[in-house]
Nanobody, 123 residues
Framework: VQLVESGGGLVQSGGSLRLSCAASGFTLNRLTIGWFRQAPGKEREGVSCTSTSDSSTYYVDSIKGRFTVSRDNAKNTVYLQMNSLKPDDTAVYYC?????????????????WGQGTQVTVSS
């Protein structure tokens, strides 16, 4: 069971990035997938989630209207499209999988984690 994030990088303020979370060893469309981020000196924060069991999604207020989570079941991949990026979005971004149904913004509720991908937004 493995999750692998990709798509991070350096972008100017106002730019866009699309993060990918690819799974091996299990089928993502049966799981709740969360996106988290951790900036230097800060606690890890739940930013988005998608759950097929109850068709729910979650976005933290600071990213609403700018980030969109989506799935490609054929590729067993979940994406986080990030638009209008700000320097405050700079962090390591992680995807995580939860076997229980429904979205959660608490990292302790997730069973599997990727290694993270760095997103840096310059001003």
């Amino acid at each position: 069971v493995q999750l692998v994030e990709s798509g991070g990088g350096l972008v100017q303020s106002g730019g866009s990035l699309r993060l990918s979370c690819a799974a091996s060893g299990f089928t993502l469309n049966r799981l709740t997938i969360g996106w988290f981020r951790q900036a230097p000196g800060k606690e890890r924060e739940g930013v988005s989630c998608t759950s097929t069991s109850d068709s729910s999604t979650y976005y933290v207020d600071s990213i609403k209207g700018r980030f969109t989570v989506s799935r490609d079941n054929a590729k067993n991949t979940v994406y986080l499209q990030m638009n209008s990026l700000k320097p405050d979005d700079t962090a390591v971004y992680y995807c995580a999988a939860r076997t229980s149904s429904g979205c959660s913004s608490y990292d302790s509720d997730y069973n599997y984690w990727g290694q993270g991908t760095q997103v840096t937004v310059s001003s």
